[in-house]
């Protein structure tokens, strides 16, 4: 029973169910971050402990994927994943009003339990491998689903074989996204041969090195909010230009004013804003030499 929501529930989803929802990727400056999880019927519970299943950062590579094709072609086990892309990632951490990691985290968990709820599938049990505190965390899912009893644990990868098997779903799934990944990018020399993906990986640096740009930073698939990347933001390149207020109707305030890129994104800088007023005096050569003016209406 695969990720996508079958077309008919399997006869044991209607019996009571547990879950287990692990992470993989969270640390790693390049690619997605994944949660996985894993399903059955409680009824199984005895058999899934005798699958070997075990946390995922204990095993080879060529076990986890071993296992993860065995609990794929299983019908009596169902399976989801969230995928967040790095993009995405970055965007949250560094929009106006933050969103961490943490809570990243816990929206993409709660996720994968309202996806399965919502298939039909009789969760009653679900765990959960703790990020932060994990009372706190446990108190948070309670108050969203109070017909399921949840876990929240440090280490729940190494104590509960369902979340040993999330974690393989999480990281076989992640490593894949990882292999698979296109670079958008079209610049020259670039290549994948970037590491373990960590920051302190003296292959993920030399990469990041290598693929930095002066103006538009970093291909998508890194993580340009890691304080890992914050040094090599000093030395980009300064951009400038100009932008018309528009107040709440559309139309033009005629109150010009320029906006100054200095981080490509980036907020490590501490400023309340990256935008800074000016005149409009130093708008840009083309512009002031083509005459060209910023349009309200056509």
Not at 92 to 104: G, R, V
Not at 220 to 236: I, Q
Request: hydrophobic share 35%; glycine share 8%; proline share 4%.
């Amino acid at each position: 029973m695969g990720s996508e929501a079958p077309s008919s529930l399997p006869e044991w989803a209607s019996e009571p169910c547990m879950m287990g929802i692990d992470e993989a990727g969270r640390g790693p400056v390049l690619g997605p971050m994944v949660y996985g999880c894993l399903y059955c019927s409680i009824s199984y519970k005895d058999t899934l402990s005798s699958l070997k299943f075990a946390d995922s950062k204990t095993l080879k590579e060529e076990k986890r994927e071993e296992l993860f094709e065995n609990l794929k072609s299983n019908v009596l086990i169902g399976w989801a994943v969230d995928i967040i892309d790095p993009r995405e990632l970055s965007a949250k951490m560094l929009k106006k009003t933050k969103i961490n990691l943490n809570e990243i985290s816990h929206e993409s968990a709660s996720g994968l339990v309202a996806k399965v709820l919502d298939m039909g599938v009789l969760l009653t049990e679900v765990y959960v491998d703790t990020v932060g505190d994990p009372e706190k965390y446990r108190m948070k899912l309670s108050e969203r689903y109070p017909s399921v009893k949840f876990v929240v644990a440090k280490k729940a990868d190494s104590l509960y074989p369902v979340v040993s098997g999330a974690s393989i779903v999480a990281k076989v799934t992640r490593d894949q996204a990882v292999h698979n990944w296109v670079l958008d990018e079209t610049a020259e020399n670039m290549h994948k041969n970037f590491g373990s993906g960590y920051p302190g990986d003296p292959t993920t640096k030399a990469w990041l090195d290598d693929h930095k740009h002066s103006v538009f930073g970093f291909p998508t698939l890194v993580r340009f909010s890691w304080g890992t990347c914050t040094p090599y933001f000093k030395k980009l390149v300064e951009v400038l230009w100009e932008s018309d207020e528009i107040d709440e109707e559309g139309s033009s305030s005629g109150n010009r004013r320029q906006l100054k890129l200095n981080s490509v994104g980036i907020t490590g800088y501490k400023r309340k804003s990256e935008e800074i007023q000016s005149s409009g005096k130093g708008r840009c050569k083309f512009f002031e030499t083509r005459k060209l003016e910023q349009l309200t209406r056509f």
